[in-house]
């Protein structure tokens, strides 16, 4: 490409989105519309992914030490808990902090004043990495010497999965369904943008224009398009969230319900509404101009 | 030239003619008579189902498509409703037709401005094609097609939206840019206009050449 043709492309693609105003404001619009629309759903579906893990997070394993050992010998099996596939942490907790923690959650102490500590087992408090293996992990833990009981909610485990996997595909062909819908309608108005300029295609053509001549403006047009459509998306995308999120959240108090900070998701998202929004701009304006090159 | 369409229209069977640079001629014919035919197939906007066209040293009966562009900045074609963009100046819109074929902006800075004055239209460089009216609206289509210097001028019906004294201001302009050796190709239907210029005609009528002979005998009524 020619320095000063360059130079001609960018100028001409700049000063068209400046002459046909409306479409260009039209096709920004929509990518902006369908964008957020998009956006929103999958912060969504990552939003309830995360609650759904917290959830699995509280589903821990118990394991019961022999009542033989001594409580260093059953702190000592730690490492050879936490070396089990799946494990994530494993936390010791002596039969003296057991018995405390039982009492604290009893209303009448009395009942029980004439038992002491020695009832209770040493144990381990476990956290899976995921829930799904947790019956594999539960027979791990049975086969580790000095664990002689392990205690896993093993149907609450399973439901979680359950929901989980359902959550995940449904979020992903709403996502992918809403996708396909924006991308059809960005590339149908930008479609339309061009059908509007067929006439002025046509002129260049007849006056000789190359194909490329008559191209490039369209795709830096159609580039600048999607730029801005996926950036005020973006931004407006940010806004969207901070208010949903503050509203969850009445007065920034803490609620049962933690989302994810956007800045956690800010990156991917941007970069995902850039490259949607570049795609689209880019092929949709050469794509839609391809059929009126064929003059 | 042989051109049937894919609905199976027969627009041309057979006709044949000549245009040595630097001719002026008429091609005249009624409605569906394959004029417009004749044109899309000069500036290959239609392939010939049969026999051979050559233009300005192009073969466009077996022109490549990629090949096109050359052909086109060789032939200026001038239309009915003159074809301008709208949202462009006189000055860019005819700049635009230099642009397009790879002149450089100091190419485009001494031809635009020249071509103008040669239509008369110098003064009015920065207006756009809505604020003129018709006759300077097809004065800048005139200046379009001249500006890169083309060996033939093809003008598809040019006084049809004009009236009468538009009309003669346009054909004489045509005559001008004749002198200056460009060939001129006009399809019309004015009979006065093509009776006092006393030039070559082409008469064609169902696909074929019927009469081409020089002035005062083409006559309207066989149409």
């Given at each position: 490409?020619k320095?000063f043709r360059?130079?001609y492309?960018?100028?001409?693609?700049?000063?068209?989105?400046?002459?046909?105003?409306?479409?260009?404001?039209?096709?920004?619009?929509?990518?902006?519309?369908?964008?957020?629309?998009?956006?929103?759903?999958?912060?969504?579906?990552?939003?309830?992914?995360?609650?759904?893990?917290?959830?699995?997070?509280?589903?821990?394993?118990?394991?019961?030490?022999?009542?033989?050992?001594?409580?260093?010998?059953?702190?000592?099996?730690?490492?050879?808990?936490?070396?089990?596939?799946?494990?994530?942490?494993?936390?010791?907790?002596?039969?003296?902090?057991?018995?405390?923690?039982?009492?604290?959650?009893?209303?009448?102490?009395?009942?029980?004043?004439?038992?002491?500590?020695?009832?209770?087992?040493?144990?381990?408090?476990?956290?899976?990495?995921?829930?799904?293996?947790?019956?594999?992990?539960?027979?791990?833990?049975?086969?580790?010497?000095?664990?002689?009981?392990?205690?896993?909610?093993?149907?609450?485990?399973?439901?979680?999965?359950?929901?989980?996997?359902?959550?995940?595909?449904?979020?992903?062909?709403?996502?992918?369904?809403?996708?396909?819908?924006?991308?059809?309608?960005?590339?149908?108005?930008?479609?339309?943008?061009?059908?509007?300029?067929?006439?002025?295609?046509?002129i260049m053509k007849i006056v000789g224009a190359e194909?490329?001549f008559i191209?490039?403006?369209?795709?830096?047009?159609?580039?600048?398009?999607?730029?801005?459509?996926?950036?005020?998306?973006?931004?407006?995308?940010?806004?969207?969230?901070?208010?949903?999120?503050?509203?969850?959240?009445?007065?920034?108090?803490?609620?049962?319900?933690?989302?994810?900070?956007?800045?956690?998701?800010?990156?991917?998202?941007?970069?995902?509404?850039?490259?949607?929004?570049?795609?689209?701009?880019?092929?949709?304006?050469?794509?839609?101009?391809?059929?009126?090159?064929?003059? | 030239?042989?051109?049937?369409?894919?609905?199976?229209?027969?627009?041309?069977?057979?006709?044949?003619?000549?245009l040595e640079p630097g001719e002026f001629a008429?091609?005249?014919?009624?409605?569906?008579?394959?004029?417009?035919?004749?044109i899309?197939?000069l500036i290959g906007e239609?392939?010939?189902?049969?026999?051979?066209?050559t233009v300005a040293g192009f073969?466009v009966?077996?022109i490549?498509?990629?090949r096109l562009p050359q052909l086109r900045r060789r032939v200026g074609v001038i239309f009915?409703?003159f074809r301008l963009i709208?949202?462009k100046t006189v000055y860019e819109n005819v700049a635009f037709a230099m642009r397009a074929v790879g002149a450089s902006n100091k190419q485009i800075r001494q031809r635009v401005p020249y071509v103008l004055d040669l239509v008369g239209l110098d003064?009015?460089s920065?207006?756009?094609?809505?604020?003129?009216?018709?006759?300077?609206?097809q004065r800048v289509a005139v200046a379009r097609a001249l500006v890169n210097n083309p060996g033939l001028i093809v003008a598809d019906?040019p006084?049809?939206?004009?009236?009468?004294?538009?009309?003669?201001?346009i054909l004489t302009l045509l005559q001008k840019i004749n002198e200056l050796q460009t060939t001129v190709l006009v399809?019309?239907?004015?009979?006065?206009?093509?009776?006092?210029?006393?030039?070559?005609?082409?008469?064609?009528?169902?696909?074929?050449?019927?009469?081409?002979?020089?002035?005062?005998?083409?006559?309207?009524?066989?149409?």
């Amino acid at each position: 490409m020619k320095s000063f043709r360059a130079g001609y492309y960018i100028r001409e693609g700049l000063s068209s989105i400046f002459t046909h105003g409306f479409m260009s404001f039209a096709s920004v619009f929509i990518i902006i519309a369908c964008l957020i629309i998009m956006g929103s759903f999958t912060l969504v579906a990552v939003n309830v992914n995360k609650i759904i893990g917290e959830f699995e997070d509280e589903n821990v394993v118990l394991a019961y030490v022999n009542e033989s050992y001594s409580v260093d010998e059953a702190r000592a099996l730690t490492s050879a808990i936490e070396a089990i596939p799946n494990v994530r942490t494993a936390q010791f907790v002596t039969r003296e902090n057991a018995f405390d923690s039982f009492l604290s959650g009893v209303a009448d102490k009395s009942r029980f004043a004439d038992i002491d500590a020695s009832v209770f087992r040493h144990r381990f408090i476990i956290y899976v990495d995921d829930i799904a293996g947790m019956a594999r992990t539960q027979d791990d833990l049975l086969n580790t010497q000095g664990i002689v009981r392990v205690t896993a909610n093993l149907i609450i485990a399973r439901a979680f999965v359950t929901l989980r996997n359902i959550v995940s595909g449904v979020s992903a062909v709403i996502v992918a369904v809403l996708l396909v819908i924006s991308l059809f309608i960005m590339m149908n108005t930008i479609k339309l943008a061009t059908f509007e300029r067929r006439d002025e295609i046509a002129i260049m053509k007849i006056v000789g224009a190359e194909n490329s001549f008559i191209r490039w403006p369209f795709v830096f047009e159609g580039f600048i398009l999607g730029l801005l459509g996926s950036l005020f998306a973006f931004i407006a995308q940010w806004g969207i969230y901070a208010v949903v999120t503050d509203a969850l959240i009445p007065g920034g108090g803490v609620s049962f319900i933690q989302t994810i900070p956007f800045s956690q998701v800010s990156l991917p998202l941007c970069a995902i509404f850039i490259a949607i929004g570049f795609g689209v701009g880019v092929l949709g304006s050469s794509f839609a101009i391809r059929k009126y090159l064929k003059v | 030239m042989f051109k049937t369409y894919a609905n199976g229209t027969k627009a041309l069977k057979g006709a044949s003619f000549d245009l040595e640079p630097g001719e002026f001629a008429f091609l005249v014919g009624p409605s569906g008579s394959g004029k417009s035919t004749i044109i899309k197939l000069l500036i290959g906007e239609v392939a010939p189902t049969d026999g051979k066209i050559t233009v300005a040293g192009f073969d466009v009966s077996a022109i490549k498509p990629r090949r096109l562009p050359q052909l086109r900045r060789r032939v200026g074609v001038i239309f009915q409703d003159f074809r301008l963009i709208d949202k462009k100046t006189v000055y860019e819109n005819v700049a635009f037709a230099m642009r397009a074929v790879g002149a450089s902006n100091k190419q485009i800075r001494q031809r635009v401005p020249y071509v103008l004055d040669l239509v008369g239209l110098d003064m009015k460089s920065k207006a756009f094609p809505t604020e003129l009216s018709g006759g300077e609206q097809q004065r800048v289509a005139v200046a379009r097609a001249l500006v890169n210097n083309p060996g033939l001028i093809v003008a598809d019906e040019p006084t049809g939206n004009l009236d009468p004294a538009r009309s003669l201001e346009i054909l004489t302009l045509l005559q001008k840019i004749n002198e200056l050796q460009t060939t001129v190709l006009v399809v019309t239907h004015e009979k006065s206009l093509v009776d006092q210029l006393s030039r070559r005609v082409i008469a064609i009528d169902g696909g074929r050449i019927i009469s081409d002979g020089t002035g005062g005998y083409y006559n309207y009524e066989e149409f």
